[in-house]
């Protein structure tokens, strides 16, 4: 899909796909199938202490951007905090991870460039919770779409 052959894309409030992504909330807001690929963006929600396991994004980068509770992680060798408001820049191809920090639930914007790695999402939250638990299969699924899963730091 070529930029002349895109169309405005609207989302209605409270819509979008939800899917339960090991135990947290992924909302697909905007689909690299509407962006012709450029772009993709998810809602991600979850309790204290949630969060991904350390990983590595070796096709996208990740902008994520704090709309309730607070978040910490870290990306390379640099720790950051974001609370409501905050916005950080997380580069491919540099081991990162978050967590929902504090006592409340925590909402996350994150912008993926390019698209593509919501699919990654949609295909965990395709499977049951107890196929989710079932580690080497998400590894093996992350490796379809360029992330490698870390062991714990």
């Given amino acids: 899909m070529n930029a002349e052959s895109l169309k405005p894309f609207l989302l209605a409030a409270d819509a979008g796909k939800r899917l339960n992504v090991l135990g947290d909330g992924i909302t ?24 991904p396991p350390p990983h590595v994004h070796h096709r996208e980068d990740e902008t994520f951007h704090c709309i309730e509770g607070e978040i910490e992680g870290f990306c390379g060798d640099q720790t950051f905090k974001l609370m409501p408001g905050a916005t950080a820049f997380l580069p491919r191809n540099i081991p990162h991870t978050w967590r929902v920090a504090g006592t409340r639930r925590a909402k996350v914007l994150v912008v993926l460039t390019p698209a593509g790695f919501e699919e990654f999402f949609e295909a965990v939250g395709a499977m049951s919770p107890t196929e989710q638990q079932d580690i080497p299969r998400v590894v093996a699924l992350g490796k379809k779409y360029g992330l490698d899963i870390l062991p714990p730091q």
């Fill in 28 to 51: 697909v807001l905007l689909h690299g199938r509407d962006t012709g690929g450029t772009i993709s963006v998810v809602l991600a929600d979850g309790d204290p202490g949630h969060g």
